[in-house]
């Protein structure tokens, strides 16, 4: 029976190709918007997100903006955050400015950075050749200096000055490693800069205090717990000022960034699935036309036995066929919609399973409620009646 | 002793029109044996088709008794109606009621999918039922690709496929010429002689002579007829 009724749904919408496609049209449209938004949304999400993520989910960076009587976190406050549970390494940064030279010649208006192992264990691409900075040379404050591609074309032209002599602010250091060429809009242009140990930097340099650093965690799920923790240390280090430092927490800035994405794709959706719906008047229209077409046949059905509910579940499958063919199309042109525009704005595409569901779960709902109307109207024509309208 | 399978005792059928009472069906007294090939012969508005709808199960008697294969039929729920023609009525009509989308066969088969009869089953019991009114090479055509009097054939062997009670004929010859109309009712006649009850509503008293009992409806009453064959 269900087969049959199939059968002949099909058979019906073949042989009303063209009235079908535009009541189709609706529930293409309808349904390949949704799925094109769902997916674009969830793609330009998924890029955010890793991009958030890179920069690490399981950190929390601190900047201190001191206060009048401390300008910064000495090593003691570092020691007490590294001492709390769940933090797997700390990365401390003090900036500064320098100057450079090499065999007479002097570049200024140089940023130094004072940084440490763990920075650079957990930082990709830093640098482009040699060697980074390793925990030895933290803790022996070694004179090692990693310089920026600037430095390297002004005062070492034609030399490769990996092992090479650099003056920094009149002190002599050793050139381990060469940074990697950062573009000059770049927020972190690290072409005019020289990066030496942080210890080397207090002790060496003389700077008095930490200027900003990143916490990394352990577990991230007790992100929140540890970053509470870490306040508690920080306040206390700037007796009770607040206003001392800034922490922010990576995983709540993903957190928040996915929750308002995906309100934005749920409201996006819903305004486009008002389309389903007007879609969904389209096929009950049809199939209204169709059970008056077809009373002869209703009533024909009848007299050789049909119960009514047979009828209106023929009528319903009708329906449902219909809606489903007009989901698959639209479907596939949602995604294929979402996936240029993802390519065009160089997001990431990708499909889940949940939104195929999403669809065909859908415009099978749609093909069932706007349906169900007309069907039980054709299972509850008279037979006699029906049979005379021929 | 002839076994009874229909019985109609006082039946009336009233409709209401408006403000009025209509009463289509006066007060019917009848009986039908298997084997019997009874035409219902009357003009029309005399309340045939009335009867007919009541005889084939698609309306119910205003009040009155009709009795089909000993169940009484009264205003059931109409699914138990519709397993109840599915089984006892095998309906003719006049303008054939083919369903133009599927071929003779599947038409045919269409009586036996309301009865649950698996697809092999089918398949072969249409076949050879077509094969019996003589479009055995006609199976695969479709309504369309078939003359009258052979639609009229597919429609007969979609009434016999159930093995029905009452082969309930309404006008079968109305929309056929008539040497084609004399070809149906030679088969009618040879399904008689095999036995089947036939019950065949007309206006035309030369096709109601073919049958072997003749009932005459005027104005909603029911007399026997003369002719006997």
Redesign the interface.
């Known amino acids: 029976m269900l087969k049959e009724s199939i059968k002949m749904a099909l058979e019906n919408i073949v042989s009303n190709k063209m009235r079908s496609f535009l009541t189709m049209l609706g529930i293409i449209i309808g349904v390949g918007s949704v799925i094109a938004l769902i997916t674009i949304v969830s793609g330009a999400t998924s890029t955010v997100t890793d991009q958030v993520a890179s920069m690490g989910a399981n950190t929390v960076t601190v900047q201190v903006q001191g206060t009048p009587l401390k300008q910064g976190l000495t090593q003691g406050d570092v020691n007490k955050i590294a001492e709390l549970s769940n933090i797997s390494g700390i990365a401390p940064t003090i900036s500064g400015q320098t100057s450079v030279a090499f065999e007479g010649n002097t570049m200024d208006e140089i940023t130094l950075q004072g940084k440490n192992d763990v920075y650079f264990e957990n930082t990709e691409d830093v640098i482009s050749s040699g060697r980074i900075i390793k925990s030895i040379d933290t803790e022996n404050e070694s004179r090692v200096a990693l310089i920026g591609n600037d430095i390297v074309n002004e005062l070492y032209v034609g030399k490769n000055p990996i092992g090479q002599e650099i003056k920094i602010g009149g002190i002599t250091y050793n050139v381990i490693g060469i940074l990697q060429e950062s573009d000059s809009f770049s927020s972190t242009d690290t072409n005019s800069s020289v990066i030496i140990p942080y210890t080397t930097a207090m002790g060496v340099v003389g700077a008095k205090y930490i200027n900003s650093m990143t916490v990394y965690i352990a577990d991230e799920a007790l992100a929140d717990t540890t970053t509470r923790q870490i306040e508690g240390v920080l306040t206390k280090a700037f007796n009770g000022d607040e206003d001392g430092y800034t922490i922010v927490n990576m995983q709540s800035i993903l957190e928040t960034i996915e929750e308002m994405t995906s309100i934005l794709s749920m409201m996006l959706a819903g305004i486009a699935s008002i389309s389903l719906v007007v879609g969904g008047i389209g096929i009950m229209n049809m199939m209204l036309v169709s059970v008056t077409e077809r009373t002869s046949e209703i009533g024909l059905r009848k007299a050789l036995g049909a119960e009514p509910k047979q009828i209106q579940l023929q009528f319903l499958i009708e329906s449902v066929v219909l809606c489903l063919i007009g989901g698959i199309i639209g479907f596939i042109l949602g995604v294929s919609l979402a996936w240029v525009v993802a390519n065009l704005i160089g997001t990431s595409f990708a499909l889940t399973a949940s939104t195929v569901l999403l669809a065909i779960g859908f415009s099978a709902a749609i093909g069932v409620v706007f349906g169900f109307m007309p069907a039980r109207k054709a299972s509850r024509l008279n037979p006699i009646d029906a049979l005379r309208s021929v | 002793m002839p076994e009874k399978i229909l019985e109609m005792k006082n039946l009336i059928k009233t409709y209401i029109m408006g403000d009025e009472e209509q009463v289509v069906l006066k007060g019917i007294d009848l009986e039908i044996n298997r084997g019997d090939f009874l035409s219902v012969l009357g003009p029309s508005g005399s309340g045939k088709s009335t009867l007919m709808?009541i005889i084939?199960c698609?309306?119910v008697p205003t009040s009155g008794t009709y009795y089909l294969s000993g169940e009484l039929i009264r205003d059931l729920p109409?699914?138990d109606l519709?397993?109840i023609?599915?089984?006892e009525?095998g309906?003719i009509?006049q303008?054939f009621?083919l369903?133009p989308?599927l071929s003779a066969q599947k038409n045919v088969e269409?009586?036996l999918?309301?009865?649950?009869v698996p697809e092999k089953e089918r398949q072969a019991r249409s076949a050879h039922i077509l094969e019996r009114v003589g479009l055995a090479d006609k199976m695969n055509n479709r309504p369309n690709q078939l003359s009258g009097g052979q639609q009229q054939r597919v429609a007969i062997a979609?009434a016999l496929v159930?093995e029905p009670t009452i082969l309930l004929a309404d006008e079968p010859t109305g929309a056929l010429d008539q040497q084609t109309g004399q070809q149906i009712m030679a088969l009618f006649k040879e399904l008689y002689q095999e036995g089947k009850t036939i019950v065949m509503i007309t206006h035309d008293a030369d096709v109601a002579k073919n049958g072997s009992r003749i009932v005459r409806i005027v104005d909603g009453n029911l007399s026997e007829g003369v002719y006997n064959a």
């Open positions: 709808n084939g698609l309306d109409e699914v519709s397993h023609r599915n089984r009525i309906f009509f303008q009621q369903l989308r269409l009586p999918i309301y009865a649950g979609r159930t």
